[in-house]
């Protein structure tokens, strides 16, 4: 006897039997248990989810000679003939070979005769949304009243292009993808049969790339038990066969993209080509693990039963999404899903790839406010991780001295060292004046120390500032320039009062003393040197004659 696939060995034979689509399961099997079968249905859903073979179970449930519970008996001479598809009572129909209206003609000359062994002639129709139009209109008013022993079964992946006429004239199921746990299961049982084993990591991964159908994970399975040594299905054996990496590339290779080491993501990319990979895969798979970590970012416990993986690999997701902020992340999500896209076309998918991983190690240098809110949100990160480390033990920090037990400890030794002297007494119990803090006379200093302080109060204005030209200090002035092209953005942001009133307050922190900080235009900005000329005749004037003995018309130059 010829091979079966396995997704046709394992075809249920009964409601029970069929994974994942409980609420449609229950509602045919009371209507064929009452006797309240309709005329017409419609199952759409994606593939492999268990439509054809609802409809083929329907097909012989609705004309059992024995039933059980709703179930066909399999045993009995209808059930028999349908199985071994030597009746006329069932059709099947593939819509996308047969959606000429002259092929719906010839099935509707057949509906006006009965049964020959069932109660039902059942017609299921498969990939109905491929009729055309003309085939459409001319099963329209048989789908409303067909004669009293006809049954119609349409099936769809696309219910959305068929006509609102019919939709209206059947009982619509959907079905929804059929969740890993219960695939896992019944490919257990299938590989129980067949004597062999299998690990757990290999069993999710193939779950995993069948996407919610069971037919799609039997297929790959099949391919795997082909491949199987000494009957035993391994995880690196269903990579092989989907073209897959492990879950250590993958983590390594985020890794390096937290870090911003282009090298050492180039250097992955040549070691993924080198072991046969497809890039269109790795992309793929690299966007389902940055979606990980943005799941492990929002859903704050049991994320694992949403990513459908183990307790342990919801930890290290945990552990790795503290590396980036969640705008980046989702930065680079949109860039692989648009990279994967693209690769499809591409000529050379490896620069494809080379290029979507290179774009991930850049940081996002945009002076929009969503680049912004990204950097910040580094920023932040690095800072959530560097408290964890602290929290761990990784990471400790000395203790400073309180100012109160330096100087306690201070006086003590003063005491110690001459305990008989009245002087060193009162010096130890007079307190020290603190410093002062030193004026800065370069004017490059003060600006230096002041993009400091933005850089750990106000990183948005910092984004704004550091990349302008400084044009120096004149009578507690500091001036900066803004280029021309960012009239609209940065010039009005930074001139807006509340703005310029801060940036003064932590520019007079850096000097030490109050200044003030005047921004201009690019070409609207006055000659500095001929400014610091004017001063310094002022000040000889002054100095020579006396401050009451000059005065300065500020109108002239």
């Known amino acids: 006897m010829a091979y079966q696939a396995l997704y046709r060995r394992w075809r249920p034979m009964t409601f029970e039997q069929v994974l994942g689509q409980t609420a449609a399961v229950k509602a045919l099997r009371n209507q064929i248990e009452i006797g309240r079968i309709a005329h017409a249905y419609l199952f759409c859903g994606c593939r492999g989810t268990g439509k054809t073979t609802l409809a083929k179970l329907m097909s012989r449930a609705v004309n059992c000679q ?7 008996c399999g045993e009995c001479e209808v059930c028999r003939a349908i199985m071994n598809e030597t009746t006329m009572d069932v059709v099947e129909l593939d819509a996308a070979s047969n959606n000429s209206v002259d092929n719906i003609r010839e099935l509707l000359e057949q509906v006006r005769y009965p049964a020959q062994m069932g109660r039902y002639k059942v017609y299921i129709i498969d990939e109905v949304h491929m009729l055309s139009t003309a085939a459409f209109n001319a099963l329209l008013k048989t789908l409303e009243e067909p004669p009293e022993h006809v049954v119609f079964i349409l099936a769809t992946t696309e219910p959305q292009k068929l006509p609102a006429t019919i939709l209206s004239r059947v009982q619509r199921y959907d079905f929804g993808r ?13 590989l129980d049969e067949m004597n062999m084993t299998a690990e757990d990591e290999a069993l999710q ?24 040594e000494n009957g035993a299905i391994t995880a ?33 990319v040549d070691e993924l080509m080198r ?41 290290r997701y945990r552990q790795q999404a503290e590396q ?29 790839l080379e290029s979507a991983s290179l774009r991930a190690c850049q940081q996002n240098a945009s002076e929009s406010s969503e680049a ?89 204005l910092l984004g704004l500032l550091r ?35 801060k940036l003064s307050q932590y520019l007079s922190e850096a000097a030490a003393k109050p200044v003030k900080l005047e921004i201009v235009l690019e070409g609207e900005t006055v000659d500095v040197a001929q400014q610091d000329a004017r001063a310094a005749a002022q000040q000889t004037l002054i100095d020579t004659f006396g401050r009451e003995n000059v005065q300065i018309d500020e109108g002239k130059a």
Request: overall charge neutral; aromatic content about 6%; glycine content about 6%.
């Open 467 to 501: 990349n302008e030209r400084f044009l120096g200090e004149e009578n507690g002035t500091y001036r900066v320039q803004i280029a021309r092209a960012k009239k609209d953005f940065s010039y009005v942001k930074l001139n807006q009062p509340a703005r310029k009133e």
């Open 275 to 315: 072991s046969g990979r497809e890039p269109q895969v790795f992309l793929r798979e690299m966007a389902g693990h940055v979606r990980a970590l943005l799941t492990v970012k929002a859903v704050d416990k049991d994320a694992a039963s949403i990513l459908d993986v183990t307790d342990e690999d919801e930890k």
């Open 372 to 460: 912004l809110l990204e950097r910040i949100g580094e920023l932040e990160a690095q800072l959530s991780q560097l408290q964890s480390k602290l929290d761990s033990g990784a990471y400790t920090v000395a203790a400073a001295p309180a100012e109160g037990a330096a100087k306690g400890g201070k006086a003590a030794a003063k005491a110690g060292h001459s305990a008989n002297t009245e002087k060193e007494r009162s010096e130890a119990a007079t307190p020290e004046a603190p410093a002062s803090k030193p004026i800065p006379n370069d004017a490059k200093l003060v600006w230096k120390e002041f993009l400091s302080i933005l850089s750990k109060n106000e990183p948005p």
């Open 324 to 352: 980036f902020s969640s705008a980046r992340l989702l930065r680079i999500l949109d860039d692989f899903v648009r990279a994967e896209g693209e690769l499809r076309f591409a000529s050379t998918p490896r620069i494809g």
């Open 236 to 268: 690196a054996q269903v990579r092989d066969v989907l073209g897959t990496s492990d879950k250590d590339f993958l983590f390594a290779y985020a890794d390096l993209l937290a870090a911003y080491d282009a090298g050492g993501v180039m250097r992955k």
């Open 205 to 228: 991964m193939v779950a995993r790339a069948a996407e919610g159908a069971m037919r799609d994970a039997f297929s790959i399975l099949d391919m795997c038990v082909a491949g199987a």
């Open 178 to 190: 059929i969740p890993s746990s219960l695939m896992v299961e019944r490919m257990r049982l299938a």
């Open 66 to 72: 024995n039933p059980n519970h709703g179930d066909p």
